[in-house]
């Protein structure tokens, strides 16, 4: 199998008002209203041209302040291991993560933003259009997420992943 | 702004019946049935352990034929030049794909999936499992792509992102 490395150069920097991982809401529900802002090196501000006409967009990040990884993670939501990759913990052979935010406005190249759930500072990979195919899906099934649905809107990181 | 340098190394690989880039859906919605698989590198398989609850899973790869990148692009559906992110183009400044595909089963360190929108031998960065965030939600404006939408399904990849 080729799996030779890749190398990605951080495209900007999301800026939130957490300032560590503890607190910081674990996914978007919990983040609703929170402004944060994301600064995009200028040699690439021509490439946010069109994006302020979506109302949302996707941002992918790296966790940078993630350390290691495990295959098997006891999730925020639960208290039985699960495998990494039935769940969003940092803590990923690739600690790529992803955030569906509200976009405000965009001046230059700095884009505002809302219910952002990232420590201030993450690195930022991509940003992609926030599109159709993520919405009307029926039957969609959410696994061991089932019960803890509920559970999401005020829970908060701890220290698990640090 | 740090922007240091990320390394990343495939998790796995994904197949598909698509072994060149024209030709291929350009969203999930025209790729609608069309089955790959993924293949994670077997010592990553414990990490698989509960995905296969979920119906469907968000894949996180490199654009591996995608040399250089581009601010503007003419997206596939469209005339017109827009800024890179404000599309799905491949030739962003850090090339990575998002999909969403629908999880069949789980063998061993094989995944059989279907709805799958890219090229043979893409090489798999991260799985997540799809939630909902994704969905439900409200007033979605999704800017330039508006009009375009209906054109979605039946739209497929040319040779201008080679």
Redesign the interface.
Known sequence: ?????????????IHSPFKETEGVPI???GAKDIKGSI?I?KK?E???????????I?L?Y?FHLSKDHS??VVPFLDNKP???????APK???S?G?S?VKLIKIEKNILYIENIDVVD?T?L?????????????E????????EK?DK?KNFKADKRFK
């Open positions: 199998m080729n799996t030779k490395e890749i190398k990605y150069n951080p495209i900007g920097i996914q978007p529900h600064e090196r690439l021509e490439g946010l041209r069109d994006l302020d006409g979506f109302s949302h996707i992918l790296h295959l098997s699960r495998g990494v990759f039935a769940t969003r990923r052979p690739n790529i992803l569906v500072g690195p990979l991509d940003i992609k259009p926030y599109v159709k195919e993520f919405r009307n899906m039957e969609v099934r959410i696994g061991w997420l089932t649905d999401f």
